[in-house]
């Protein structure tokens, strides 16, 4: 008897492990676009039609391979809406005994499956490089989580730059060298984009009509949607932007929203990609002498270390970890993180390139919008769904720990060992964003002063309690106690009075 091998749309890599189990001359594929994923939050048009596209795509080349592929559009009549839905409709048609699924990356999901009417046998998501069980062992009996400790395990177990035993260049973490502030110079106009075929324009259209009403820009519409594209858009990044990616990892510029990173995460997360052969293609360009050992650690550390850590969180802590509030901040998301019109340049850029691009890079998403929001007391769980709605690379197991957790620090320091909070110094120091600005970096307080800057303290002041003996914010403490007692009440008033502001609508 056949059975249903489901793939989903973030599962789009031949070596999957349900297909790697299937029995391509018995057993029958099941893909389907279906309004249920499309709507657990507002995606991003851009999303959508990457994942419909390489979706339909995806199918054709599994079908070219040899597989029985029933594949469902999100216009077809008898679309039942979910994915639960949809195997029961296809177990039905083909009397299939049971479906195999590789492990979703969402809790929400697994749990659907789990419960489903249809027997599913879900089975490990071995793209990744760590397993849960390997994880768990890691993390077991550890005061802190530190990704750093984590790296080094992952280092030597791919082996990647590696000298024997050693990390290569006797350093396992060149961090220091990648702070540089923005260059003048920039030598390279963002990743490559790929011209809509035929069968990307007809997705176009579709999403047009069925989510015109999500935030986001649809075209110019550029990502690729195969293996092949994918592989073509790892390969320039490697030439033209990995060698300065180091240098400039953190810095932003107006003119240039993508700088010298890879926009790679869409491909890799979606499975357009693997994030081994990602790196073994930096680890190759750096042994031919193409690229530096900082820009090569640097980039292969983002995917070892950052990508399979969180993952890692995510599957330890829980299906509540999303959901975590320990700052009990309760302010709703303003209407500037959908477009509304503020006066903080630096934050209407990046919700304007999120809006264009479905993209914003790391310490746009960590210093400026997220760095806002922490400062500014939004409600943690309306800033997760903001992420996990707006950039083309969100999926729950890697947008929840880096927001939750590192971003808003409502998880209580699982991830991070201290909130990311900076003044606007920091946004002046690393971008061109400040010369632009209705407000002054430079003032402090009054009606002129750039809101972080109030912000800051605000939010120093106000979780006293939590953060005065971290001994990494003692300094931060310090300095503010230092402070005399008149401008001290003269900065928390007139945060107060911004945030009143922003919380009656005010274009702050
Ligand atoms: P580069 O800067 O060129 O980095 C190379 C690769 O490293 C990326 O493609 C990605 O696969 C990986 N990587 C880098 N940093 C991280 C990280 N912190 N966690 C996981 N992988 C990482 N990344 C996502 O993939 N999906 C998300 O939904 C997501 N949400 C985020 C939300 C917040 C609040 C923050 C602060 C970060 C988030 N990140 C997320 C991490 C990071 O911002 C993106 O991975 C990165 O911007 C992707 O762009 P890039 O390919 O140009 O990355
Ligand atoms: C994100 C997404 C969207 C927008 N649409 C679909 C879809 O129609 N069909 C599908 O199989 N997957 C889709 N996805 C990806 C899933 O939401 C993703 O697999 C889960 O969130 C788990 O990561
Ligand atoms: Fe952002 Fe403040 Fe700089 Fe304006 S002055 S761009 S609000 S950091």
Redesign the pocket.
């Known amino acids: 008897m056949s059975r249903l091998v489901l793939v989903?749309?973030?599962?789009l890599s031949h070596d999957l492990s349900a297909l790697k189990k299937a029995d391509k001359g018995s057993d029958i594929v099941v893909?389907?676009?279906?309004s249920e994923?499309?709507g657990?939050v507002k995606?991003h048009p851009k999303?959508?039609a990457l994942?419909?596209a390489a979706?339909r795509k995806f199918a054709k080349a599994l079908q070219d391979d040899g597989w029985e592929v029933r594949y469902t559009r999100?216009d077809d009549a008898d679309n039942a809406g979910s994915?639960v839905g949809e195997l029961l409709r296809r177990a039905e048609e083909t009397e299939a005994s049971g479906v195999i699924c590789t492990e979703?990356?969402?809790w929400r999901?697994i749990d659907k499956l789990k419960y489903a009417p249809v027997k599913t046998h879900i089975i490990r998501d071995d793209r990744f490089i760590a397993s849960h069980a390997e994880f768990e062992a890691w993390a077991e009996g550890r005061k802190a989580l530190r990704m750093e400790y984590f790296y080094r395990e992952m280092r030597r177990k791919t082996g990647l730059l590696m000298e024997g035993d050693e990390p290569a260049g006797d350093k396992w973490n060149y961090d220091h060298d990648n702070r540089k502030a923005a260059p003048d110079d920039v030598s390279v106009e963002g990743p490559l984009w790929f011209e809509p075929d035929a069968e990307v324009e007809e997705v176009l259209e579709l999403v047009e009509d069925r989510f015109g009403d999500h935030f986001g820009d649809l075209r110019p519409f550029g990502f690729a949607t195969t293996r092949a594209q994918a592989l073509e858009a790892l390969a320039y990044f490697i030439e033209h932007a990995l060698p300065r990616f180091g240098d400039y990892q953190d810095a932003m510029l107006e003119g240039h929203q993508f700088l010298y990173h890879a926009v790679l995460s869409p491909y890799i997360n979606t499975g357009l990609l693997g994030p081994l052969e990602v790196c073994q293609a930096a680890e190759e360009a750096w042994k031919k002498g193409d690229v530096p050992i900082n820009a090569a650690e640097g980039f292969i550390r983002q995917i070892i270390g950052w990508r399979e850590y969180v993952r890692g969180i995510y599957f330890l802590e829980g299906p509540d970890y999303p959901t975590r509030n320990v700052l009990k901040q309760d302010r709703d998301l303003p209407a500037f993180y959908w477009g509304a019109e503020t006066k903080m340049n630096c934050v209407s850029h990046a919700v304007a390139q999120t809006k264009e691009q479905a993209y914003a890079h790391h310490i746009q998403r960590l210093m400026v919008t997220g760095n806002f929001a922490l400062l500014a007391g939004i409600d943690p769980g309306q800033v997760h769904e903001w992420y996990l709605a707006v950039y083309a690379d969100a999926?729950?197991?890697v947008e929840s720990p880096n927001t939750v957790g590192m971003s808003q620090f409502a998880d209580g320091g699982v991830i991070a060992s201290k909130p990311y909070v900076s003044s606007g110094a920091y946004i002046n120091r690393m971008s061109d964003y400040c010369k632009g600005c209705a407000y002054k970096v430079s003032i402090k307080t009054g009606e002129d002063a750039c809101p972080f800057n109030l912000l800051y303290w605000h939010f120093l002041d106000r979780h006293r309690d939590r953060f005065s003996n971290n001994a990494r914010m003692g300094n931060m403490y310090r300095t503010w106690d230092r402070m005399d007692e008149d401008r001290r009440e003269t900065v928390l008033k007139d945060a107060a009075h911004w945030l009143a502001r922003l919380d009656k609508g005010d274009t702050v």
């Open positions: 989903l749309g973030d599962q893909m389907a676009e279906v994923e499309a657990y995606h999303k959508i994942i419909f979706m999100l994915i979703p990356g969402e999901l999926f729950e197991w």
